[in-house]
């Protein structure tokens, strides 16, 4: 157990519609991070916040947005969801800038 | 289309050695990882090494860092049937706020 938490495990939605996964880091880390495993695409980075504010942002599409509260934890926000955004999306956090730890993941299927 | 390169599959008998390969793209990235992903999980950091570094041992795991030919490994002594699993590396390039970029993963297979 890394510590990190996610939910819900597992989402099914259908096109078009939005949805928000959410994501506790670690007690004590400030950095909290996203990424999107798919079979095509493998594991990529979404974006990264410290502390409440958006430090680096990857391969994250317009629809897809972001925030980290006050208290740490972050929500991924993803709308007019496409077939194409079905995936595992892992959150990870860090308290430095080196070990990164992974959350159990949320398993998106968009039907 | 990624980075960071792996063989896709690697299959070793119980109690034999692994090494999985891996070559990265960014020279300034300062730490390179290693990820197990068993089925149905997320990823766990098994060891990381300092860009600095040649060599790192770590118990069973041996990381090794060939900076010039950017090339990473990771052997695996005595594999056991608990270690099958997708392992990915990993860099964290310079400039880029504290992303890793993973390679696309090499699922190890061991039979008994």
């Known amino acids: 157990d890394s510590g990190v938490t996610q939910t819900p495990k597992h989402l099914i939605t259908a096109t078009g519609q939005r949805v928000t996964l959410r994501c506790s880091p670690r007690s004590g880390d400030l950095s909290v991070y996203w990424y999107q495993q798919s079979l095509d695409q493998g594991l990529q980075f979404l974006i990264q916040?410290?502390?409440?504010?958006?430090?680096a942002k990857g391969n994250i599409l317009e629809r897809f947005s972001a925030q980290q509260f006050p208290d740490l934890h972050s929500e991924l926000n993803l709308s007019s969801l496409e077939l194409g955004d079905s995936a595992l999306y892992f959150c990870?956090?860090?308290?430095?800038?080196?070990?990164?730890?992974f959350g159990p993941g949320t398993r998106l299927t968009v039907l | 289309g990624e980075d960071v390169e792996q063989s896709l599959f690697l299959s070793v008998r119980e109690g034999d050695s692994s090494v999985i390969n891996c070559t990265y793209t960014?020279?300034?990235?300062?730490?390179l990882y290693w990820y197990k992903q068993e089925p149905g999980a997320g990823l766990q950091l098994l060891t990381y090494i300092f860009s600095n570094m040649d060599m790192k041992q770590d118990q069973r795991l041996t990381v090794l860092l060939n900076k010039k030919d950017k090339h990473l490994s990771l052997r695996i002594a005595d594999t056991q049937t608990g270690d099958s699993a997708i392992y990915f590396c990993?860099?964290?390039?310079?400039?880029?706020?504290?992303?890793?970029?993973f390679g696309g993963g090499t699922r190890l297979m061991v039979k008994p």
């Open positions: 990870a956090s860090s308290v430095g800038l080196n070990e990164q730890f």
């Open positions: 916040y410290y502390n409440g504010e958006e430090r």
């Open positions: 990993a860099e964290n390039p310079q400039g880029a706020g504290n992303m890793l970029t």
């Open positions: 960014d020279s300034s990235s300062t730490y």
